[in-house]
């Protein structure tokens, strides 16, 4: 067996190293709550972006798993809202009714895929999500 130099090889008895860290209950409550929040969208335009924005401000310094999620939520509260500002402008060839329709529903079904996600304790990652903060 060849070893680097640079790395020792690890001796009969030493622990493994550990693997990914486990998110906490807390943390996981808060990551979920950051993605049901983005649901405040149907009742005010600005509140589905803002609530995660508020949460990830409070926790991110604290709570890793709760930094990394509420940055995806926002990335993919941002990326609906151009969607469904897309269709809107699309409305005047029809065919932003249908698109328009089809972002709510589609950002309706992952974000409750998310909230599960996070609940069981994996970072969940949105499909067709521009990421504007990283």
Known sequence: ??????????????????????????????????????????VTAIGGLLAPFVI????????????????????????????LAASIVLMLVVVGFVLFWAVLAFHFVVTIVAAVKVTEGVAYRYPLCWRVIR
Not at 3 to 9: I, K, R, V, Y
Not at 65 to 75: L, S, Y
Request: proline fraction near 11%; charge should be negative.
């Open 56 to 83: 990830w401000l409070l926790k991110r310094d604290d709570m890793p798993f709760v930094a990394d999620q509420g940055k995806e939520t926002i990335n993919f509260q941002i990326t609906v809202l151009l969607a």
């Open 1 to 42: 067996m060849q070893t680097d130099a640079a790395t020792p090889a690890p001796l009969p008895g030493d622990a493994p190293s550990p693997g990914p860290l486990v998110p906490t209950r807390d943390e996981r409550q808060w990551a979920m709550l950051c993605h049901v929040s983005a649901m405040l969208m149907y």
